[in-house]
């Protein structure tokens, strides 16, 4: 029961990021931009052939292995946190549907399409998986820093002794 919770959200999320792309492709021409909040949020339809931040150059299949590869490092690390965490197994779920997201795309056809942009704060495109994927790292950091503090305060707790009667 636990773990399908991880399968819930990465399904919410390859549905909505699929969803999204969909309403892109059919709504927009490549490289059209339109303004979403003025000054701040555009949509710009955009087709993204490298990894995060235009990295680990441009080739599908070494993207797909990489992705799959990290989400296995991920699953590993956080194992634990999984089992006892509803926020890591959430946090988790939306790593893995954002990943499964972006390598479906790359299946399919070889690039990722990307449309969110905040041109005048961040210079990349990015799309929902792409979003997910964030949030479930900084959630992944924060449980993990709210684990930590949790186990140094119980390891500097001080013992009670029991008088003798």
Not at 26 to 41: D, K, N
Not at 68 to 96: E, T
């Amino acid at each position: 029961m636990k773990f399908r919770v991880v399968g819930v959200v990465a399904v919410i999320v390859f549905a909505l990021d699929q969803f999204t792309k969909h309403l892109i492709l059919a709504s927009f021409e490549l490289g059209e931009s339109r303004i979403v909040v003025p000054h701040v949020l555009w949509w710009t339809y955009v087709q993204n052939t490298h990894g995060a931040f235009g990295l680990f150059g441009n080739s599908p299949i070494l993207l797909i292995v990489l992705a799959i590869c990290v989400l296995a490092l991920f699953a590993y690390a956080f194992r634990d946190g999984i089992r006892q965490s509803q926020l890591v197994r959430i946090a988790f779920g939306m790593i893995a549907g954002g990943a499964a997201c972006n390598i479906a795309d790359r299946l399919q056809q070889r690039f990722v399409v990307d449309f969110i942009d905040f041109k005048t704060i961040w210079p990349y495109v990015f799309n929902v998986a792409d979003s997910c994927i964030t949030v479930g790292v900084a959630l992944l950091i924060f449980a993990s820093l709210r684990r930590d503090r949790t186990i140094k305060h119980a390891t500097h707790a001080v013992p009670v002794r029991e008088e003798p009667s």
